[in-house]
């Protein structure tokens, strides 16, 4: 009992620490990491006598900057193979759209293959061509050596735009493209959306006074996504935990 008291103890710990984000198999991969070699059937039970749950999984909408065909259609590389061996060979994008008090912000971030970590992002009052070639010169000035890599999105305008198409050529980089009308094809993209919305924004949207207060919640929650939370697909490793082990 008094082991189950210690045990309890961390739990909470982590679960305040995460904000309410985590379930009973990433609290147990935590315990792990910190030592505590416990089953997670036991600490489902613990959670359960503490009332402590992750926060449920809602639906959410997809925001689509489809226009219609703009400019020349690639073919889809990927096929629904998402994964990839190592960093930089597989890259994922997309926009997605907050909407706070009438007003709306647009996310643009980039998702690597491999570690599942956001690569670049930038944020946008609008979804403007600006937006995309800003978030591909972060993600350049992060990882100049892109000879080979796969760069996948969905049919957006901005992806048919010949600027950002040639910008991909000249870096070396084959453009991939999802079929239209198929999400299923960006599944990696729209998991990260999804995680994102709901443990920062659904159900949050009266913390954030204005769009200014929501963006910097967005920044804080990729640093930490990048940085501190834990994905059990990554051997219970945080994204940039586990690039370097497939690098080292």
């Not at 059937?41 to 226009?67: A, C, D, E």
């Not at 193979?81 to 060979?89: E, Q």
């Not at 600027?163 to 079929?179: D, E, P, T, V, Y």
Request: hydrophobic share 30%; proline share 3%.
């Amino acid at each position: 009992e008094r082991d189950n008291r210690e045990i309890m103890a961390e739990i909470k710990a982590i679960y305040e620490e995460h904000k309410h984000r985590y379930g009973y198999r990433r609290i147990t991969a935590e315990l792990r990491r910190r030592g505590l070699l416990v089953n997670h059937k036991k600490v489902q039970r613990l959670m359960n006598k503490l009332k402590l749950f992750g926060i449920v999984s809602k639906r959410w909408h997809k925001y689509s900057s489809y226009r219609g065909t703009q400019g020349p259609i690639k073919p889809d590389l990927i096929k629904r193979s998402f994964s990839a061996v190592y960093p930089n060979h597989k890259w994922y994008s997309d926009v997605t759209e907050f909407k706070l008090k009438g007003q709306k912000t647009y996310l643009s971030p980039i998702i690597d293959g491999c570690t599942q970590e956001i690569v670049s992002y930038t944020i946008s009052r609008s979804p403007n061509l600006k937006q995309t070639m800003d978030m591909l010169r972060q993600a350049w000035r992060k990882h100049p050596a892109l000879n080979g890599l796969i760069f996948h999105t969905d049919q957006g305008w901005q992806y048919q735009n010949g600027q950002f198409q040639a910008w991909l050529k000249n870096h070396g980089i084959s453009q991939s493209m999802s079929r239209k009308g198929n999400s299923l094809d960006d599944g990696l993209m729209e998991g990260f959306f999804g995680i994102l919305k709901r443990e920062m924004f659904y159900g949050f949207e009266k913390h954030f006074k204005n769009l200014t207060e929501l963006e910097d919640a967005i920044r804080d929650y990729i640093e930490y996504y990048n940085q501190k939370r834990i994905k059990i697909k990554l051997k219970g490793l945080t994204p940039l935990e586990y690039r370097k082990l497939v690098l080292s």
